[in-house]
């Protein structure tokens, strides 16, 4: 299958080769651009370099590779999942993994080690109450720096050759400007995105667990399961 990825243009990434191990290819599509808060990165790096964090918390690829290059020293690094473990590890910078791809299981995994421990999150300008709230209820601290947001392109997607179109968050999937049609196929990369997506009357017919990987793993369960196999013949 030809699947349409939506990805910021500013994210480099290697899903075509990802897509290709699983048996498809794919092509990335911009619903959202991203536009860097240099003042915020500046400083969240002084803060690190301060000491001022007992963690941090990379909650996706984009803030992993525009601060990490530039630290020279830091505590306990968490990321949210392999892809911006990578971005890290490109830099030196070795980070354990969270065994979900969700940010609100972040509170669980530290467990009791978070309390009275100062948490920095480097992010999108995209509130994360939920995450806020449950480190502050486990009795830490946390400070975000919305070192980027994210903005709409208005440009209609270029789904006309795509077999599929896979939206890799909520917002890239509210903010999209695309027409669905019959035989397109919809893939959510997680239940927060399908959430998302049923609610906009466009419910997806697969549902990963928050990785391309798992998506592409469900993806290809899906499609042995037509009638005829794979390819529904």
């Not at 860097?36 to 996706?60: M, P, W, Y």
């Not at 354990?96 to 669980?108: A, H, I, N, Q, T």
């Amino acid at each position: 299958m030809k699947i349409a990825v939506t990805r910021l243009r500013e994210k480099s990434t290697d899903d075509r080769v990802r897509c290709a191990a699983f048996g498809h290819e794919c092509f990335a599509v911009s619903p959202l651009e991203a536009s860097l808060n240099q003042e915020e990165v500046d400083k969240f790096v002084r803060e690190a370099h301060k000491g001022s964090f007992d963690c941090i918390f990379f909650t996706s690829a984009l803030p992993a590779r525009l601060i990490a290059p530039r630290l020279t020293q830091w505590p306990r690094v968490v990321a949210i999942g392999p892809q911006t473990a990578r971005e890290l590890q490109r830099e030196g910078i070795s980070a354990e993994v969270l065994p979900s791809f969700y940010s609100r299981d972040f509170v669980v995994y530290l467990g009791d080690w978070i309390r009275g421990r100062h948490i920095g999150v480097p992010r999108a300008d995209v509130p994360n109450p939920g995450l806020i709230s449950s480190i502050q209820a486990a009795g830490g601290r946390v400070t975000e720096f919305r070192c980027y947001s994210l903005r709409p392109t208005g440009i209609v997607l270029p789904l006309d050759d795509a077999d599929g179109v896979l939206f890799t968050s909520a917002m890239s999937y509210r903010e999209a400007v695309w027409s669905p049609r019959t035989g397109l196929l919809l893939l959510a990369i997680g239940e927060v995105t399908a959430d998302a997506m049923r609610r906009g009357k466009h419910p997806p017919d697969v549902v990963g667990d928050g990785s391309l990987e798992g998506t592409l793993a469900a993806l290809n369960h899906f499609l042995a399961s037509l009638p005829g196999g794979r390819d529904g013949r």
